[in-house]
């Protein structure tokens, strides 16, 4: 004996709902069971019962979990697409029914709709219009017809104070990316017959992944509209088919595109770990004899490589076994070029990272030194960048160093490296870092490693510069 | 045996959107009240059900309405 | 041990995939869009999923979708993405779904600035949401604890089905130091109540709605047992040199480490000063502090907000002991000196 009856992707006992479990809880001859049901149908004549995974919105169809044999999740007002988007990334298989009223989808989430669809994302969207908030009484919805009288346009709605009806289906046809784009509605017997064509090639589209389908089905509610059930069919086909045309926007079944996964292949844990640990090799030297934590501040201009520089600090500090903390100027003065950072170098943990009190200060030009020179603690030391600073010093407490940093970056053709030759002068006027644990952490600490032998002489030049010329206490003297 | 259209009188809600539907007039308004106060819908015996299942198709409540068909070559569908 | 020199942003991002998360859904947002930018290169290089988001509204949904598909999750922000991502949260919490997220906090109300304040507290640590729910936050000092701790957030979310705050600051971000990144990838398991779009979980439903009192009163009270239980199994804190301490400093985050400082510099001016750093927030350490209040010391906490953190250290304390405040707004942060010379004054004051 052959049946024409409801799929059973629908449970025929509504387990999950409290009182009467063998009816829905939609009023008598509303347009959500008219349609679940094709959807139910759809379901099952494609085999995806198992893969499915319903999407609940807020509205008079939040309870279709109780209704579905399928995956279910209860969404936020508005948000089911990006909710859809976050399952379809985690599970590509399965397919996802997102379905969503016109309050949900067309006013509070609109952006997320718009976004799932420009994204082209492999999900099958159900646009339930029946031009008003069902569940909440009948308030205004933005696809309200005009004059049309609600709880809250109790006068007809006013295209001059409420803005006219929104014809979603033409907006969403409007990108580029959906992959099928139909309004529908559930009046006439041959409009019923074309919503049902129309759900089972959103919901194949989603298995063949051809990308994304959106399905604006117009659906009577008798309750609201205050009519009978059918007269709200006959409404439909009468006054709101005027408004909202029936049509198939966009069909690119024929293209017949399967969207490509373009990601990277999936790494296994070893394959995760070489990239988080980077190709740094693990080195270590004999500790240089710090007999406190030390403070280095390194201070200029962007483009002198100031951050780098300090990395270069750090990382040779971190392979002295120290521990080491790096903490840039920040914010917003970053861009307006004005650069700074604070490497602080210790045997045991470093509490506070702040650059309260400098024992080293770099200073790679005038305002920096302006800026900091007072901070540094007695018995410090100030090295500055002679060739742009010839300021005065006005402090006969700290040791001042002068090196021509940025004309030796230039002369090498690496402007960029000023720091590289402050940092070694502080290396070889210094006990913090080794010169020779900065040469072995130059290749870890530049971000173009082309440059490593570039930056290796200048470190070699600046170095010879130091042991030759100085240890004389007075840079002015020099320059 | 003939094509037969079904009602579950507890499920059927009374709003006769089936009724209006059917190419037969194989539907009309019971003279009973179910459980939950509704007049659901019952068949006219002398119509000539074709088994379009259009009744099925439109009725909002599942499982409310199934239509029995007499061809036996074809196959079961929902609807 | 092997360690790499690493931004506490991106440290974060490196503890995620260490902690077996597979998705990150970002919107850019100063201080934590570093974070994406780490977490758009790794997980996309690692054959992860990162994604950008329209909003961070949909950022929270989306993480809520793929948290229903069984994943481990996350995403970062700050202050008023945090607050946009406010009734996303309650959802998760109401259909008891585990997520991660950071926050790294910005000066505020409203656009304030980028700079750092702690004054996210409340929003965070009470739940940020509508509903009688809760989210387990920790509170990092630095980028060993950026990774260690979001490492471990997705077995935390993951057993507890609750969502984990890591509460930093611009400077926690801001932050490179060694960072040992271990060698164990935690991918986490199979959850019984997740959907995989197969027949084993066909039949689970996520969902927040229970329309009777009765049930939802039910799920709430089962809410708050859970809450209780992570309140004895998670608390943490550190205690330096608080044994013979007469004054003691409260504080999490960046000013945790500039009261470190201080203690030292005060028991080199001969005051007995220790510190009880909180490393988790919700749940707060209150033994902790009321074991402290009951000796009688005097306690000075230390704040980037309006005295955010501060309330709960006065409940926990139960009015046992003198509790001063040293409060920093808008970004300005106390400096090592400040500490000392407040808290020398304080302590003198008291003397008299």
Known sequence: MNTIETSSVLYTHYERKEGNQQTTHYCPGCGHGVIQKMIASAIEELGVQNRAIFLSPVGCSVFS????????????????????????????????????????????????????????????????????????????????????????????????????????????????APAYVRRCAVSSTKELL?????????????????????????????TNWKMSAVESRNHIEQVMKQFYPLKTFVDKRPENVCIKNNSFPLMNDDELLSLLTGDLTARSFESPVIDSPKTITIAGFGGQGILSGGTLLAN????????????????????????????????????????????????????????????????GTIIVN????????????????????????????????????????????????????LKESLNASLKRRELLDANMDLMKTAENYITSNFLVNNYNKKV | ???????????????????????????????????QGYVPVSTVSEADCIGCGMCVLSCPEPFALKVIKENKDRVCKSA | MQKRLVKGNEAAVLG?????????????????????????????????????????????????????????????????????MGEGLSYLAGSRLPCVLIDMQRAGPGLGNIWPEQSDYNMVVKGGGHGNYKNIVLSPDGAQEMFDFTRAAFSYADEYRMSVIILGDAYIGQIMEPVDIGSTVDHGKRKDWALYADEESRENLITSIFMKPSSQGQHNRELQQTYRRVEKELVDWEEIETEDAS???????????????????????????????????????SEAVLNHAKRKVTIIVVELSNGQMCQDVRAAAQYSTRIIELLKMGGEIPSVEEVVSFTQKTVLRSAH
Not at chain 1, 206 to 217: A, C, H, N, R
Not at chain 1, 409 to 426: D, R
Not at chain 2, 10 to 28: A, D, E, M
């Open chain 2, 1 to 35: 045996m003939k094509n037969l259209v079904k009602c579950d009188v507890q499920r059927c809600k009374g709003c006769y959107v089936c009724i209006s539907h059917c190419p037969k007039g194989c539907l009309t308004i019971d003279s009973s009240i179910n459980s």
């Open chain 3, 247 to 285: 004054v003691i400093f409260i504080a999490y985050g960046i000013v945790s480490r500039i009261c470190r400082s201080a203690v030292a510099l005060l028991r080199k001016a001969g005051l007995r000063a220790g510190l009880l750093r909180l490393k988790t927030l919700f749940p707060f350490p």
């Open chain 3, 16 to 84: 995620a995939l260490m902690g077996g998360c597979t998705h990150f859904f970002g919107y850019p947002i100063t201080p934590a869009s570093e974070i994406a930018h780490a977490a758009a290169y790794y997980f996309t290089k690692a054959g992860r999923t990162f994604l950008q988001a329209e909003s961070e509204v949909s950022v929270i949904n989306m993480l809520y979708g793929a948290s229903s598909a069984g994943a481990r999750v996350m995403s970062a922000s700050s202050g008023p993405g945090i607050a946009l």
């Open chain 1, 194 to 222: 074309r919503t049902r064509e129309a759900v089972r090639i959103g919901l194949k589209n989603q298995v063949d992944k051809l990308g994304f389908s959106f399905i604006e089905i117009l659906s009577p509610c008798p």
């Open chain 1, 386 to 437: 002679s060739t742009l600073v010839d300021d005065e010093i006005g402090r006969d407490d700290v040791n001042v160093y002068g090196i021509p940093a940025t004309a030796m970056a230039q002369e090498a053709l690496i402007p960029s490296a000023a720091s590289v030759v402050m940092v070694t002068s502080l290396a070889v006027l210094s006990e913090v870092v080794s010169v020779f644990s």
């Open chain 1, 316 to 379: 040779s500090a971190m392979a002295h076994g120290l521990d080491v903390s790096w903490l840039p100027s920040y914010g917003p003065e970053m861009r307006g070029g004005k650069a700074s950072v604070t490497v602080i170098v210790s045997d045991s943990s470093i509490p506070s990272p702040l650059d309260e009190k400098p024992d080293f200060l770099l200073a790679m030009n005038g305002p920096s030194l302006q800026y900091y020179k007072d901070k540094v603690k007695t018995g």
């Open chain 1, 65 to 176: 979990y109780y209704y579905y044999d399928t995956g279910n999740i209860q969404c936020s007002h508005g948000r089911a697409p990006a909710v859809g988007t976050g399952v379809k990334r985690v599970l590509p298989d399965s397919v996802v029914v997102c379905y969503q009223g016109d309050g949900d989808l067309a006013g509070i989430g609109m952006t997320e709709i718009i976004h799932a669809a420009n994204r082209g994302e492999q999900l099958t969207v159900f646009f339930i219009n029946n031009a008003t908030y069902g569940m909440t009484g009948g308030q205004m919805a933005p696809t309200t017809l005009l004059h049309e009288k609600t709880l809250t346009t109790p006068f007809g709605r006013e295209s001059e104070r409420d803005g006219k009806p929104l014809a979603m289906a033409e907006v969403i046809a409007s990108l580029d």
